[in-house]
């Protein structure tokens, strides 16, 4: 049997697992995230157009201006481009979310930051200290729950925050935008440097609170993580993201300890996860199923960082070489690539912008990964189960109960699942209900882009290099992520080529030709 880490040798247990469920982060992740939920959607309905026909009316025309363009053989890009995005303005006016303004990142600039805090309607200054104080109240309320201390966390938090926002400047300058080095990337670095320097300050451990953020931030995603995108693409795209992903994992996982031994069955668990689920998000549910260490989970996240930036670069390229086309080569992005914002940008980088081809690349590799998404609560139990059933009785030789399965098992994922079927719903009920989940979900992503940002920072003020170093002995881990993605991009392209060519050519040709 494998060698296991001792009771005592896991210091770091995951909050709530064993309090009062009622104060646990993963139950105060749902009440944030729905309180923001709510907020924005009651908001949103509220300030609802009183008389939609005419918006109705110009959208009916331009879909048939859009029709009449695709039957003119010289029709150009350009044209397309002008009518769909008139389109979108026209549908974004169903529906208003009047707190919009209120949250707001920075914006990409070239040679003065300053740039990055300027914008035509002044709002981006605004939206900064509306997430500030937005972020700060819902966290405090949170803290205040589950039975923390209050007191030191506002001062605390701005230090975090201006780390987060130093991040996002970074990440938004025009060269390193165009290199597609995201925010996540530059807040682990920032982190960093100050937790293996100068170390990270006693006083600024009150915000560091990764798991928290990124809890809250996954409820939110649920109202981003449409179940009706399971129509667009049908049955290729549900074999393509969950057949070929639990298969990855269990045979990364199983390799892992069989054949390279990796001593943690923890770190084991959540590499394989991560790199072939979606990444960080991926990674929180399962090391908190299955109680990894924070420096695991760190470990983990900057391997999945780091192949991400590559991934995003090289696969395009691959994709051309290859001819696939931008169905293929959308799925196989899709699939493949762990960030959902760099799946959108490698399937954005396969043809010339604004073309059918480029629209439909960035359609497909999104909706597969999408899709894919909706595995974390899944994965999330099915590790829970096993770890309780399998990996704790082998060493203890206790028979486990249900309610530790249940303990074990991350709560937050409900209330992702919750929104997810909610929004759902609501953007099944025709053009308004699409308008009014897109008007929710402009100000769901940008908070999520903080929380994120946020929990990005405080993995690299938790980690230390020192204590990193010792899961990196004889390069296992590395090895770990590099047969796994490739046994992931093996079968992913042979299920991607089966499902679209050969089982189901059809569903290829309406994606093009819808």
């Not at 749902?30 to 609802?48: C, E, M």
């Not at 914006?107 to 972020?135: H, Q």
Request: hydrophobic fraction near 50%; charged fraction near 15%.
């Amino acid at each position: 049997m494998e060698p296991q880490a001792s009771p005592s040798e896991t210091e770091v247990e995951y909050e709530g697992l064993n309090a009062s469920p009622w104060r646990s982060e993963d139950v105060w992740a749902i009440w944030l995230g729905w309180a923001v939920l709510l907020l924005l959607l009651a908001a949103t309905i509220l300030s609802h157009p009183q008389d939609n026909a005419p918006r109705l009316a110009a959208i009916e025309q331009l879909d048939g201006q859009i029709d009449l363009l695709r039957q003119n053989p010289s029709a150009t890009p350009k044209q397309f481009e002008e009518l769909i995005k008139r389109k979108a303005e026209v549908t974004a006016s169903l529906a208003v979310n009047p707190l919009k303004r209120f949250l707001s990142d920075v914006r990409d600039w070239e040679s003065n930051p300053l740039d990055a805090f300027r914008s035509k309607d002044g709002y981006v200054l605004v939206g900064i200290m509306g997430a500030f104080v937005t972020v700060l109240a819902l966290f405090s309320a949170g803290l205040a729950g589950t039975g923390e201390r209050v007191r030191g966390f506002p001062r605390a938090f701005l230090g975090v925050f201006l780390l987060a926002l130093f991040a996002l400047l970074l990440a938004e300058q025009k060269v390193v935008k165009h290199y597609n080095l995201e925010y996540a990337l530059w807040a682990l670095i920032v982190g960093l440097m100050i937790s293996n320097t100068v170390g990270t300050p006693a006083w600024l451990r009150p915000a560091v609170r990764t798991e928290f953020y990124i809890k809250t931030g996954l409820v939110l995603l649920g109202a981003e993580v449409l179940i009706n995108r399971l129509l667009a693409l049908g049955i290729p795209g549900v074999f393509i993201s969950w057949v070929v992903t639990p298969t990855v994992l269990i045979l990364t996982y199983l390799f892992g300890q069989y054949v390279l031994r990796i001593p943690s069955r923890s770190l084991n668990m959540v590499i394989s996860a991560d790199m072939s689920v979606c990444g960080v998000s991926a990674a929180i549910a399962t090391a908190a199923a299955c109680k990894a260490k924070k420096e695991e989970l760190s470990l983990a996240v900057g391997l999945s960082l780091a192949f991400t930036a590559v991934m995003m670069v090289v696969m395009p390229g691959v994709i051309k070489a290859l001819d696939l086309g931008p169905v293929l080569g959308g799925a196989w992005i899709g699939g493949t690539i762990d960030s959902t914002g760099a799946v959108a940008a490698a399937g954005g980088m396969l043809y010339e912008q604004g073309t059918r081809e480029a629209e439909t690349a960035v359609t497909v590799a999104v909706t597969i990964k999408m899709i894919q998404n909706i595995l974390i609560g899944a994965v999330a139990f099915a590790v829970a189960v096993y770890w309780v059933t399998r990996v704790e009785r082998s060493a203890s030789g206790e028979r486990p109960s249900l309610m530790e399965v249940w303990r074990r098992f991350p709560k937050f994922v409900l209330g992702f699942l919750a929104a997810s079927l909610l929004f759902s719903y609501i953007e099944s009920q025709g053009l308004e209900g699409r308008s009014t989940v897109s008007a929710v979900t402009a100000s769901t992503k940008l908070l999520r882009t903080w929380l994120f940002c946020l929990a990005f920072v405080s993995i690299g003020l938790e980690t230390n290099f020192r204590e990193l170093s010792r899961f990196l002995v004889g390069g296992k881990p590395l090895v770990l992520y590099v047969c796994g993605q490739a046994l992931n991009l093996a079968l992913s392209l042979t299920m991607v080529w089966l499902m679209f060519t050969k089982v189901f050519p059809d569903a290829g040709l309406q994606l093009l030709n819808p």
